[in-house]
């Protein structure tokens, strides 16, 4: 059998997905890797597969545009606007263009990066989860004036958190992966 390891960043916002690209060991793009959100949503997403992620009637345009550096790279920058979906309380922070597109556009993206995320779950016989230190969304401080600054709040639509644990008890039992590590961030 070949090895199949899963480098799953499941970090409150983009800081795992960054902290594997400065490793060199992010291979993919999944669902949650440049979205803020607690885990409450994560194991919500990751048991419904990302039905109904980012319906038009749930997403919520940002008001204020900001400039983001595209890939680390200093000469390249874009415009953006966050995009918020109320029925799962996810943030999408890098993907809505300040000019506008189709939402479903993003949604066909994000479809794409659950169903990524499934299929290597199921093939998988390792896990490496990359956590946050914080023990719930709320604690991270330094997004509370990003929050207030969207126009909406954010908060008032998240789930309840849940710990990492819970995650990795659900992929344990749902995907049949017993070798599952937590690296917290």
């Given at each position: 059998?070949?090895?199949?390891?899963?480098?799953?960043?499941?970090?409150?916002?983009?800081?795992?997905?960054?902290?594997?690209?400065?490793?060199?060991?992010?291979?993919?793009?999944?669902?949650?890797?440049?979205?803020?959100?607690?885990?409450?949503?994560?194991?919500m997403?990751l048991?419904?597969?990302?039905?109904?992620?980012?319906?038009?009637?749930?997403?919520?345009?940002?008001?204020?545009?900001?400039?983001?550096?595209?890939?680390?790279?200093?000469?390249k920058?874009?415009?953006l606007k966050?995009?918020?979906?109320?029925?799962?309380?996810?943030?999408?922070?890098?993907d809505?263009?300040?000019?506008?597109?189709?939402?479903?556009?993003?949604?066909?993206?994000?479809?794409?990066r659950?169903?990524?995320?499934?299929?290597?779950?199921?093939?998988?016989?390792?896990?490496?989860?990359?956590?946050?230190?914080?023990?719930?969304?709320?604690?991270?401080?330094?997004?509370?004036?990003?929050?207030?600054?969207?126009?909406?709040?954010?908060?008032?639509?998240?789930?309840e958190?849940?710990?990492?644990?819970?995650?990795?008890?659900?992929?344990v039992?749902?995907?049949?992966?017993?070798?599952?590590?937590i690296?917290?961030?």
């Open positions: 059998m070949i090895d199949s390891i899963v480098h799953l960043p499941l970090t409150f916002n983009c800081g795992g997905a960054n902290r594997l690209r400065d490793l060199g060991i992010r291979e993919h793009a999944y669902p949650f890797d440049w979205t803020i959100k607690n885990r409450g949503t994560i194991l997403l048991k419904n597969k990302g039905e109904g992620f980012l319906l038009d009637e749930n997403t919520i345009i940002g008001k204020n545009s900001f400039k983001h550096k595209y890939e680390n790279n200093d000469d920058w874009v415009v966050h995009l918020f979906d109320k029925h799962t309380g996810t943030l999408v922070v890098h809505y263009p300040a000019e506008g597109t189709k939402i479903s556009l993003i949604r066909e993206k994000y479809k794409n659950f169903k990524r995320l499934d299929t290597h779950l199921s093939q998988a016989n390792k896990v490496i989860i990359y956590a946050d230190k914080y023990q719930t969304f709320t604690d991270l401080s330094d997004h509370k004036d990003n929050i207030e600054r969207l126009g909406f709040n954010l908060l008032e639509h998240l789930p958190d849940v710990s990492i644990n819970t995650i990795k008890e659900y992929i039992s749902y995907y049949n992966i017993n070798n599952i590590d690296k917290y961030e």
